[in-house]
């Protein structure tokens, strides 16, 4: 049995530089992909703080510095974004920039299968909306 501790999906990612790079790319596919118009739309003109406030969550949750807890608490995701209409359009709009990010950015194979299912379940649980009619 080997002693040293498993890296965390943080360390696997690149750490800042790497989180920094899905982030920055995660947005900028945002702006770019037509099926992200929905989520998009929900979001303000700058996406500065958004992206800033993705990066802080992800690297507490994948196991890094727990930048966004330490700066604002405990994550509420669900509470936080009551504002915004979240239906399916806006979740798959922000699964297909995760997933598109992620492909591009993070070179850890094995790292996907872990992180992609669990993203995609806390995305779904974002949903305040139903379909319209």
């Not at 596919?29 to 118009?37: K, T």
């Not at 406030?53 to 936080?80: A, C, H, I, Q, V």
């Not at 920039?97 to 806390?122: I, K, M, N």
Request: aromatic fraction near 10%; proline fraction near 9%; charge should be neutral.
């Amino acid at each position: 049995m080997s002693g040293a501790p498993a890296a965390t999906p943080y360390a696997r990612i690149g750490g800042e530089a790497g989180l920094r790079r899905f982030t920055r790319r995660f947005y900028a596919l945002m702006d770019s992909l037509p099926e992200a118009a929905a989520c998009r739309a929900i979001h303000p003109e700058s996406l500065a703080g958004a992206e800033q406030k993705l990066f802080e969550y992800l690297s507490g949750w994948l196991g890094g510095p727990p930048l966004f807890t330490d700066k604002y608490g405990p994550p509420m995701l669900r509470r936080r974004h009551l504002h915004a209409p979240i239906a399916e359009a806006e979740i798959e709009g922000w699964l297909a920039c995760f997933r598109q990010a992620w492909a591009e950015t993070v070179e850890d194979p094995a790292l996907g299968p872990l992180v992609l299912p669990q993203v995609e379940g806390l995305a779904r649980h974002m949903r305040n909306r139903g379909e319209a009619a």
